[in-house]
């Protein structure tokens, strides 16, 4: 079975700050890693992948994670903070293919404060 | 284009009633999914559809839950009947392909469903 994990339920960043946002997973194989906002009355919103190769990931809205396999870690993470950034942020994995079948962490509440 | 839309937003029924969400794909995607958020924890995989064809329903909790997917557009995930323990978001999501090599899936903005 997969599971993920993100341990903290809110993180408080100033703007202007680099902020990161941490999910470690567990799963048997090779992992299929998302990350996902989610803002206000919005549905989800796909942010970066990462499927094979290079282990940092650059995604959108200058969001970037890397893969750690030692660490079973994919933290989200940004160099500056933005106001804006405020949402709440999803990581899932998926074992194969149908990454549509992906397990989904409780979310981390991100609030960037002016 | 168009996003993928679910309605109701919101919806408040009493224990026993039955209720029906309703999730309006991209056009044109083939794959459609249903998700749910319990209790504001992990969202958790219901069912996969591809077309009209139930792909994968490991995550239907039981069997109150009926999903459809008429002619391979919109989908309907029925709730009959609700009990406390539904209450929850229910999210959509549609791609065009099923594998990795997608951008991510686009994903409705979810329904809150409310038993009471």
């Known amino acids: ?5 993100q341990p903290e339920d809110q993180v408080n960043v100033a703007e202007g700050n680099p902020l990161t946002v ?3 997973y567990s799963v048997s ?20 992948k990462y499927i094979t190769g290079d282990n940092l990931v650059k995604g959108s809205y200058g969001f970037e994670a890397e893969f750690n396999k030692s660490q079973t870690s994919f933290h989200l993470k940004k160099p500056s903070a933005l106001v804006s950034d405020s949402a709440l942020y999803f990581c899932a994995v998926a074992l194969n293919t ?3 079948k992906s397990t989904f962490g409780d ?5 960037v404060k002016p | 284009e168009a996003g993928v839309t679910q309605f109701p937003s919101h919806s408040v029924i009493e224990k026993g009633q039955t209720v029906t969400l309703r999730c309006d794909p991209i056009s044109g995607h083939d794959n459609l ?14 069912l996969h559809f591809v077309k009209e064809s139930k792909q994968d ?15 391979g557009t919109y989908s309907t995930l029925k ?12 999210f959509c999501a549609s791609s065009h392909y099923s594998g990795t090599g997608a951008a991510g899936y686009t994903f409705g903005s979810g329904t809150r469903l409310t038993v009471v």
Not at chain 1, 29 to 48: D, M, S
Not at chain 1, 107 to 111: Q, V
Not at chain 2, 79 to 90: H, I, N, R
């Open chain 1, 1 to 5: 079975a997969q599971s993920v994990a």
């Open chain 1, 22 to 24: 941490k999910c470690t």
């Open chain 1, 29 to 48: 194989g090779n992992p299929y890693l998302f990350w996902y906002v989610q803002y206000p009355n919005r549905g989800l919103q796909f942010l970066l």
């Open chain 1, 98 to 100: 149908n990454a549509g």
């Open chain 1, 107 to 111: 979310g981390t509440t991100l609030t």
């Open chain 2, 33 to 46: 999914y249903w998700y749910r958020r319990v209790m504001g924890k992990e969202i958790k995989f219901l």
């Open chain 2, 57 to 71: 329903e490991s995550g239907m909790p039981n069997n109150r839950f009926l999903a459809e997917r008429t002619g």
């Open chain 2, 79 to 90: 709730v009959q009947p609700a009990e406390l323990e539904d209450s929850g978001v229910y």
